[in-house]
Every structure is written in structure tokens, then in C-alpha cells.
């Protein structure tokens, strides 16, 4: 959520960065004009308020002077101060439904993208950073399709997934299964070491959760709702590891606090018809490691390079081709301010596909989630920075080892990391 008294201070530029985003979209106007209206509001309440008070303490003080509390004067003064009551009784609902419509406003606003964050319209204005495994790309031509190999291999069902649910789920058989399992065990160890702590966190979810992170309102479209609760099946487990903190004030001595968790997510995927129909890209449900920073907002920026770091780190030791990827104003995410996505390479279809996107969202969900930290000796609280990246998805992970380790025979080979969690060499 955007700091109302950056907008009211500074509309200008918030529009201006705004604007960045989407040239056409996201006008601040209407924020303005109910503001105003609603500091005026505050402003003859609050007179109104005081005006009240005096009245009250002259009626006492005239009485004790030894006017006659049934005479003209002070039933002026009584009638003035029904008045005012009466205007208080009207004012102060206008004034909490304008506090609310302004709130909503702010709910739907995205977050400014940061200063150094490459300005462009969309995905194809995004900035290459680096790549990484050239010579970990394969030459050979005939490389399977992940889906294809993997069902070759009796390691992926799709077509039984959609009797049991519908398209976009599958089931790991065997190997399939126990790869999956090794890849969520090596990449939270690898995270640990790294000096996250493992949660295990609740995978439903509640609707301040959600808002807290900027899934909704905007966002209701891409999640599951359980229909008698209110609870959402989690799109991510930046969602519940956020809001583990949300309405607390923490002491800057906790800060920094980094945690992970392995969990299944849950995306209706309600854009995308179309896209990726095939294969372990785009699920409903899929497994993935979530990297999850609270920072003092001084290490903002150097917390946001050690997170790419970290999802870096699994790709490479698993040796797998991949590029870093900045986004631009016109491609980043509703939250973040400045993202860096990695993508991982596909030789199959001979592109990169994202595999982890990592954010700094600022105090944008720190606003919305009311997550504030002391510092010793300071008056006031500050809200931290939060940031998230995928430390990886899990299926985007194994689709890329399905394809970027075919062997000749047919047969996959197991990345050598791999092999103690799964004891066993080749698929």
C-alpha cells in the first residue's frame, strides 16, 4: 500500500511513477479529491469538537458563578451545544465512509516501481543481467519435450490427473516422484545453510492474509476459495511467511529475519488460456521452496542481491543454464518495486522460462500487513522492507533436468547433487 501522505505530498511524481507502470492506468485523482474531503471534514469536526467542550465547561462554570441553570443563557448554550452534537452525529459516519473509500482506492493501487528500475512498456523491454552455464547447454538436436520424455519414462501422468481433477494437474509416478521429493529436500537444505529457517506453514490461508501481501483484492481471480470459509488455498508461500508478522512490531534487534518453506500452491491461472497447455509450466498446483526477507529498510537493496544469490545457487549446482533478468516498469509484478527473474533454459523449445522471481516490494506489503519495527533508543516505529523469491519452483526445476539431461539412450541422467537424496544415478 502507498503512503497516503506520499500521494497527498508528492502527487506529482507518484503519478509520474505510476505512469511508468501503465501509461493509461492508475490515476491518483480520485484519492486527492477524497482526501481533501475528508481532512475538511476532520478539520470543522474537530472544531466542532472543541467548540462542544468549551460550551460544556462555560454551562458549568456559570452555574457555579450562580447563574440559573434553568434561565435563558444556559439553555442557549445547551440548544448550541445539541446543535453541534447533532453535526457531530452527521459528520462522523461521512468522515469514516470517506476513510474507507480512500482505503479501498489504495488497495488497488500498485506499487511505484523504483528509481534504478528500467523504464519499459512490457516483457520485451525487460534488461538481460547475466547468464550463467553456456557450457552446460546441450548440442544435441533431438531433445525431447520434458512431457514427453517424462511419460516415455512412466514418470508423468497427465491423463489420469484430469479424471481424478482436471487439466493442468499431474501425477509423479515412481522416480517422478521421488525426484520431486529430492529436489524439495536439496533446495531447503540448501537454503538453511544459506541461514533461512524452515517453517511449515498453514496452506489455506485467510482473506487479510491475501490483502496483506496484494493478492487481493485485485488478485481474487487467480486464487481457490473454499466456498464456507473464509479461506483461500495459498498461491504461494510468501502469503502465510509474511503474514506471520502482519499487526506486530518487532524490535530492529530481530531484523534481519529470513525464513523458507516448502509448500504445494494453488494458482487458477485465470490469464493464461492458452499458454503452456503441455507439460509441468504452468499447474494449478504445483510444489515450490519460498524465500521470504524482513529487513531493516537500510539493507533493502543488498538483502534484494544475496536473495537472487541464493535461487542462483540451486541452478547452479545443479548445473543448469540460466539468465538474470530485470524487469521492467511495464512487466513488474502488482507488489514489487524493483524484481530480478531468473529464468532457466529449455533446450527442447530453445528458450528460457522463469523459474524465480525475485522481489523488493519496499514497505508496500509492510503498509498493507501493518508490520512495523522499534529501534532502541528512537521514538516511533518504522515499517520494514519485505522481499520474496522462489528458491525454486519445484516442476519448472524438474522439467528443466528432464530436458537438459536427456542421455542418447533415452534415459535421464540424475544431476550429481541429486543423487544421495535420490540413490540412484539415472532415470
Known sequence: MLDLKLIRDQSTRVQELLHRR???????????????????IETNRSQLSARSNEIGKTIGQKIRTGSDPKGSEIAALKEEGNKIKSQLGELEPQEKELKAHIASLLLELPNLPDESTPIGKDETENVEVRCWGYEYISQDEKILPHWEIGEQLGILEFKRAVKVAQSRFVNLIGAGAALERALINFMLDQQITAGYTEIIPPVLVNSDSLTGT????????????????????TPTAEVPLTNLYRGEILEASQLPIYNCAYTPCFRREAGSYGKDTRGLIRLHQFNKIELVKLVHPDNSEAEHQALVQNAEAILQALKLPYRVIELCTGDLGFGAAKCYDLEVWLPASETYREISSCSNFRDFQARRANIRFKEAGKKGTQYVHTLNGSGL?????MAAILENYQLPNGTVEIPEVLQPYIKREVL
Request: with cysteine; aromatic share 10%; charged share 35%.
Open 393 to 397: 519452483a519445484v516442476g519448472r526445476t
Open 214 to 233: 496484494g493478492q487481493l483484492p485485485k488478485f481474487s481471480e487467480e486464487s481457490f476459495k473454499c466456498s464456507d470459509d473464509d479461506l483461500w488455498l
Open 22 to 40: 501503465n501509461s493509461e492506468g492508475y490515476d491518483i485523482q480520485p484519492i486527492l479529491d477524497l482526501d481533501q474531503k475528508q481532512r475538511e
